[in-house]
């Protein structure tokens, strides 16, 4: 049967580590975050040689993305709902890729989940990433200080009195339970819609990379190769993906985002919400605890 893979979790969790890893695997496509397609402020539909495609090309010009995106445009045009598009999609997918290649979806957002679920002939597996809150927190204050969403002068000067919003949503706080409400969402969900899922911590996949890939391909039912270990992006046709997949070929490896072991601006909510900590405690390591070190 058709096979697709959802990548699922907050953004800056490892996906892109991740679809770098799984795309080691002939069978596995990175197709980047096809849901984002039909959003219509992106509208990237519409500017496709505005878009990037890892392969190289701009959207336009990519051999896989340039009939899809047409069907999809025609589609999107007509008003054709979110599971139809994504019929559309999956059909083209499979037309040029043949019906035993497993595209790898890294939306990660809740809302396609509901939309995959009804999809009654293709198998919908789902991996699940969860990042160690304190390691999330740090790196989504660095995202905000890159964009000048930081200083409170910077704040001042671009949102005037509404300031206090931006302010209270770059705070340690404000990330650590964003991240606590989102993943308790995402895990109720993944068990509303019955999809079967796989739940994987960053940290999990950068300490033991061979551990945990060969959990992931046990579960999608795929051989699990070495392959999956050295990045090399062998057909991945990714669009809307981040900085990490630009980089180039040699310079990747699996490296761990270490920031946080010398940053402390995790320090005061793990104190004040203990409650998140334990939680992440038992989310975040759920594969390796007691596995590794204990035996
Ligand atoms: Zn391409």
Redesign the pocket.
């Known amino acids: 049967m058709r096979q697709l893979v959802y990548i699922s979790g907050r953004g800056h969790s490892g996906s892109t580590l991740l679809d770098l890893m799984l795309g080691g695997h002939p069978r596995l496509i990175g197709v980047g975050e096809v849901y984002s397609l039909f959003d219509p402020v992106r509208n990237s539909l519409n500017r496709p040689d505005k878009v990037r ?3 190289g ?1 701009p959207m336009d010009q ?4 340039s009939p899809t995106a047409d069907v999809l445009r025609q589609a999107y045009m007509g008003r054709e709902s979110k599971q139809e598009l994504y019929r559309l999609f999956l059909s083209s997918f499979y037309d040029h890729f043949g019906s035993d290649a497993i595209p790898v979806d890294i939306s990660k957002t809740d809302e396609p989940l509901d939309i995959l679920k009804d999809l009654d002939d293709v198998k919908i597996k789902v991996v699940f990433l969860v990042r160690d809150v304190r390691s999330w927190t740090v790196s989504m204050r660095d995202v905000a200080r890159r964009s000048k969403d930081f200083d409170v002068s910077d704040l001042v000067r671009k949102y005037g009195w509404r300031a206090w919003r931006p302010f209270i949503g770059r705070t340690s706080s404000k990330f650590f339970w964003h991240w606590y409400i989102l993943n308790r969402r995402t895990q109720r969900l993944l068990q509303e819609t019955g999809l079967p899922s796989i739940q994987v911590g960053y940290e999990e996949l950068c300490l033991y990379p061979d551990l945990i890939m060969k959990m992931i391909s046990g579960f999608l039912e795929v051989d699990y190769t070495e392959a999956m270990l050295t990045l090399t992006d062998t057909q991945s ?1 990714v669009i809307h993906g981040n900085r990490m997949r630009s980089q180039q070929e040699k310079r990747r490896r699996v490296a761990y985002d270490d920031r946080w072991f010398y940053k402390l601006e995790w320090m005061l909510p793990a104190l004040v919400f203990p409650h998140i900590m334990r939680y992440n405690s038992v989310e975040v390591y759920r594969n390796i605890r007691d596995r590794i070190w204990n035996t």
């Open positions: 495609c890892s392969c090309n990519c051999e896989f993305w046709h």
